[in-house]
């Protein structure tokens, strides 16, 4: 392919403002309705604070199998995964004890950012501030980031009609954060932008948060750094226009280019080295001659010139293919069942196949109650503990005879008890609750195992025929997809 992309701040029919004294500079008439300030994001609860007990509870301890960022629990600031007592589920970014030292600036900052509402958006829900704890609560985003379909994809590149589409959601976001009056953004790059559970791209609501007031918090590589940064140590809108350029470099390339470098290639309209050679075919010569044109500008050296967000949605608009298909097909999963493969057990809980599930469980027996036993057998020297136990033996024998009201008061009396905790019993008791029609206490019995093993794969199996058994088919599919991921890593040590 032959692209020609000029440097001048004058390109095509798509072309955008650039940034000055009168931003709002086209024609309202003229920009395209898809306006971002129509997609708010009116279902989700409003912000809210939260207790460090709520959320440790929510993630399980703050288990380290729950870390969801990217360098694990080495990272500065780490981010789980976790779910409410309303089944909710939940990104907790926890900041190291220096990051906010000041409890009130953390809380304004935070109550600011919450007010934000947009499905161009992975909201922020909540926040947390107790003692040193700072913690911030958002929507979970559960298929990973732009950096790990773009740059490290496993089964197929992401396809240049997706590519389009990330751009666009993104300067649709940064657009609808900058009309609330939060136009700046800090450190915008491809782990920012997060997939939900329908592969629809959204924009972390973590980076609207700044560590002070003057706009001094910018971590990235020098060199994909504003130059006026480089100068100031500020973070401007323009700067965020800049880190704009980067991703669009990005989505063009799939690689991580240095601006430098890239500007080099334009200059000399050595374009199709900045080309990813897996779109071969996917797009026309005009095409991929204005995304460079508009990455171009976004790079500019001086900041004034730079397009701003309202600029970036309307020349992207029209170069958005296959907007009729929806995210998660582009990306090659054609529906929910497809995009992970299933054990039997599985494949069992998906088809709410009680009976075989009944058969694992009296299989696996309380393999996974880890030093259950030994704490039973030194404690059995009270009278208390021998009940406990003769408790338990009755329910094993209900449970395993299919008896599954008495197996239910057998293991209640164990539970109750309270001086030994079993996730092989919480489960045998879902089960339970679930041949009796019960799928609210089998499902609180299933987070509790899961609370007590967060890494058993059965835990969450069972919350998903639960939450089947409830209607609730994007949670259960949730879950099942957790749950077979832990059976295969089980499968593999």
């Known amino acids: 392919m ?90 907790v970014k926890r900041f190291n004890k220096s990051a906010w030292p000041d409890s009130h600036q953390f809380l304004e900052e935070a109550k600011a950012v919450g007010q934000l509402r947009n499905q161009r958006l992975a909201n922020l829900l909540g926040c947390c501030s107790e003692g040193d704890e700072r913690l911030l609560v958002s929507e979970y ?25 990330v751009a666009l959601h993104l300067a649709q976001a940064l657009e609808y954060c900058t009309n609330k009056g939060r136009a700046l953004y800090h450190d915008l790059n491809a782990y920012r932008v997060l997939f939900d559970d329908d592969f629809n791209p959204k924009l972390s609501c973590f980076g609207l948060m700044k560590n002070s007031r003057d706009g001094k918090s910018y971590s990235t590589n020098l060199a994909f750094t504003p130059p006026e940064y480089l100068r100031t140590g500020r973070v401007t809108p323009e700067s ?18 240095p601006p430098g470098r890239a500007l080099d290639l334009i200059r000399d309209r050595n374009i199709e080295m900045l080309s990813d050679s897996c779109l071969e075919g996917q797009f026309s010569d005009d095409e991929g001659t204005e995304l460079v044109r508009l990455a171009s500008r976004c790079l500019q050296s001086e900041p004034r010139e730079r397009p701003n967000p309202r600029s970036l949605v309307t020349a992207l608009i029209p170069l958005q293919k296959d907007s009729e298909i929806p995210s998660h097909v582009l ?39 880890e030093g259950a036993a030994t704490e ?7 009278n208390q503990m021998q009940e406990t136990i003769n408790s338990k033996k009755k329910g094993d024998a209900a449970f395993r005879q299919k008896d599954f009201r008495t197996a239910i008061d057998s293991y209640t009396q164990f539970i109750e008890v309270g001086t030994m905790v079993s996730p092989t019993v919480y489960a045998r008791r879902s089960l339970s609750y679930l041949i009796n029609n019960m799928p609210n206490e089998a499902l609180n019995d299933a987070l509790q195992a899961q609370v007590i093993s967060p890494v058993w794969y059965m835990a969450f199996y069972l919350q998903t025929v639960a939450l089947l058994a409830l209607g609730k088919e994007n949670d259960a599919q949730v879950a099942l997809k957790e749950g077979s991921s832990l059976e295969t890593k089980k499968g593999t040590n």
């Open 2 to 91: 032959m692209f020609w992309v000029g440097m001048g701040c004058e390109f095509s029919k798509y072309s955008a403002c650039c940034w000055g004294t009168e931003q709002g500079g086209l024609d309202p008439e003229a920009h395209i309705d898809e306006n971002v300030d129509n997609i708010e994001g009116n279902d989700l609860p409003p912000f809210r604070e939260y207790t460090v007990d709520q959320l440790r509870k929510a993630t399980s301890g703050f288990a380290m199998e729950n870390i969801v960022s990217e360098h694990g629990e080495k990272a500065p600031n780490v981010v789980y995964k976790g779910k409410l007592e309303n089944q909710m589920r939940i990104a």
């Open 141 to 165: 985003m559960s298929n990973e980031t732009l950096a790990k379909h773009l740059f490290h994809w496993e089964t197929q590149p992401m396809k240049w009609a997706m590519r389009l589409r």
């Open 240 to 257: 965020v226009t800049y880190s704009f350029g980067t991703l669009l470099l990005d989505l063009l390339s799939g690689k991580h280019i």
């Open 331 to 369: 990306m090659g999963i054609p529906d929910g069942t497809a995009a992970f493969p299933l054990s039997p057990l599985g494949e069992a809980c998906l088809r709410m196949d009680l009976t075989a599930i009944h058969e694992v469980l009296e299989k696996i027996g309380y393999k996974d109650d």
């Open 376 to 382: 039973l057998s030194f404690q059995m020297w009270t």
